[in-house]
């Protein structure tokens, strides 16, 4: 049986210099631990050269106090707001790879674990918690860590899918009450309205749906319900989802893969959201080696992939991670979801963005990427880009075409100078 601690302090105890730690991450994230761990590294001068391995994570601001330097360094997979100047300021660092490629890493021992840190439900009358939920990566290093430290959280789902971890697997565990961290839906206005729209236009009945979390997929969904037969298989969702759910608009009944199942690898959300995929059989929370295997994804038809990005290039290029050379999130599961529906029979992979962005005064189709801009979707692999003024369908179009179709759904303010861009830098013929 597990060591009870009085504290994530406490809990923390089994930590060694040098080790590389997991940790859970979205709204999964064990804050208290990691707060627990940055109380840690500043009492403790034996305790240094940690490495702390992540996706993005919530409530881990502790870990960005300036005292930490040479301490601890963060390995981000994904770059969020705790992060970022972090990494931008060359004190943490980042790893471009798919999400569906970090499961792999843990298994193939090409990245060591040493401990994982995790935010649990309760053990039931068998002695299983679940990771709640956040599977993502978390299942893959808890097959290969060497110790498991754990925050059980009554507030914390029961989940079905692959999120059961023994109790008795646990080394150490700290039991709190906390709330997990809220993201309301984002509020809709005319331009993610529109976006929304266009890409709801484009979405057949029995479609099988990726989207993410924010105004645009939110706008999207509720343009759909008017739709039928409609699932979910997708990296992550929020509470857009459930008012489909609830009309029987996503029954998951056409899917090929988990028929009957909504089929993910972590949610964020509110409370709302929380409740529901608390003890849902019909929510499936799976290892995201799983969920955004392409070979896996392409077997659902009429996929339907909804991602966004930075900025798109007139040859169709797509920057997704980065502004210039500084990273803002992560490549994540784009790519993933964006070749497996464009394999899938009757999918469509979907870019959608607004037309600009500081305020209006910066157009985000480029005549070319910023110089260092990450390309996380190749010109080869795109295949349609929404915006507020409508669709610019890309694939098996020739650069001139392209160019076209985006300077067409670019804003109207800089139509001009993208056509003369076109002409001057691409040589092309608009």
């Known amino acids: 049986m597990p060591i009870r601690a009085h504290s994530p302090e406490e809990a923390l105890a089994p930590l060694q210099r040098g080790d590389q730690v997991w940790t859970q991450s979205m709204a999964g994230t064990p804050s208290r631990l990691l707060d627990g761990l940055a109380a840690r590294l500043l009492n403790d001068a034996q305790l240094t050269e940690i490495t702390l391995l992540q996706l993005h994570t919530e409530r881990a601001g502790a870990l960005a106090d300036p005292r930490l330097r040479g301490r601890l360094r963060q390995r981000c997979y994904f770059v969020g707001a705790h992060t970022r100047a972090l990494v931008n300021g060359g004190d943490a660092d980042y790893v471009p790879i798919f999400l569906s490629e970090i499961p792999k890493l ?17 053990p039931d009358k068998h002695g299983q918690c679940t990771l709640g ?29 692959e999120s059961l971890i023994a109790y008795d697997r646990l080394h150490t565990v700290f039991e709190e009450a906390v ?5 309301p839906p984002a509020p809709e206005d005319p331009v993610t309205a529109a976006i929304g729209a266009h890409v709801a236009s484009l979405i057949p009945d029995g479609a099988c749906l990726q989207m993410g979390i924010g105004a645009i997929p939110d706008a999207a969904l509720r343009c759909l319900h008017n739709h039928k037969d409609l699932g979910v298989h997708t990296e992550m969702f929020s509470d857009g989802v459930l008012p489909l759910v609830h009309a029987g608009v996503i029954n998951n009944r056409r899917k090929q893969k988990r028929p009957g199942q909504i089929v993910t ?5 509110t409370r709302a959201l929380y409740d529901f995929v608390d003890d849902n059989p019909e929510v499936a929370f799976l290892d995201i080696a799983y969920v955004n295997d392409t070979s896996i ?28 050379t500084q990273i803002y999130s992560g490549v994540g599961g784009q790519m993933d979801f964006m070749r497996g529906a464009s394999l899938s029979e009757g999918g469509r992979a979907i870019i959608a963005l607004p037309s600009t962005a500081a305020g209006g ?7 070319v990427l910023d110089p260092g801009a990450g390309v996380v979707t190749t010109r080869a692999h795109v295949q349609t880009i929404v915006t507020e003024f409508g669709v610019a369908e890309l694939r098996g179009r020739s650069l001139s075409e392209r160019a076209r179709a985006l300077i067409a759904v670019a804003h109207p303010r800089f139509h001009d100078e993208l056509a003369e861009a076109a002409r001057r830098t691409w040589g092309l013929t608009i």
Do not use: W, Y
Not at 179 to 183: A, C, G, N, S
Not at 265 to 269: E, N
């Open 179 to 183: 709330e997990l961290p809220e993201h």
């Open 297 to 324: 994804i392409r077997k659902n038809d009429r996929v339907v992939a909804i991602n966004s990005a930075l900025q798109v290039d007139l040859s169709g290029q797509v920057c997704a991670d980065s502004i210039g």
């Open 106 to 122: 843990f298994r193939r021992r090409e990245q060591r674990v040493d401990v994982a840190l995790i935010q649990v439900s309760p």
């Open 133 to 161: 939920i956040s599977v993502e990566a978390t299942r893959a290093a808890l097959e290969v860590a060497d110790t498991i430290i754990a925050h059980v959280n009554p507030r914390m789902p029961r989940t079905h899918g």
């Open 361 to 367: 005064t910066l157009s985000r189709i480029r005549p």
């Open 265 to 269: 690898g972590f949610v964020m959300g």
